[in-house]
């Protein structure tokens, strides 16, 4: 069973930037479909950003242009770059994978493994 572990969340000033990380273990293969999905208090997990094993990645359209997801696969790790960071990007931020299905789903009921997620908190 692959395991997630995410780091690299924390608070900054509005037009900031921050990276996230998400470390994959305990798998023999890794996961087609991999991406980062966030969630606030009273409201769904959404997709944020994906990409494949094809490299090819999908992005929700208000982090369309200031975010970018990629992985570094000798490493085992999936990354999130966040740039001009606003408000309302603050989340919990989770690492989420599934295998098989393409394209990639940007659904949060379509991915069955998840990291325990980090804290990004943007303030104004």
């Known amino acids: 069973q692959v395991e997630f572990v995410e780091s690299g969340g924390g608070s900054v000033q509005a037009g900031g930037s921050l990276r996230l990380s998400c470390a994959a273990s305990?798998?023999?293969?890794?996961?087609?479909?991999m991406g980062w999905f966030r969630q606030t208090v009273g409201k769904e997990r959404e997709g944020v950003a994906v990409?494949?094993?094809?490299?090819?990645?999908t992005y929700a359209d208000s982090v369309k242009g200031r975010f970018t997801v990629s992985k570094d696969n000798a490493k085992n790790t999936l990354y999130l770059q966040m740039n001009s960071l606003k408000p309302e990007n603050t989340a919990m931020y989770y690492c989420?994978?599934?295998?098989?299905?393409?394209?990639?789903?940007?659904?949060?009921?379509?991915?069955?493994?998840w990291g325990q997620g980090t804290q990004v908190t943007v303030s104004s």
């Open positions: 305990k798998y023999s293969y890794s996961p087609y479909c």
């Open positions: 990409i494949d094993g094809d490299g090819r990645t």
């Open positions: 989420a994978g599934r295998y098989g299905l393409a394209p990639c789903p940007t659904k949060n009921y379509d991915y069955n493994y």
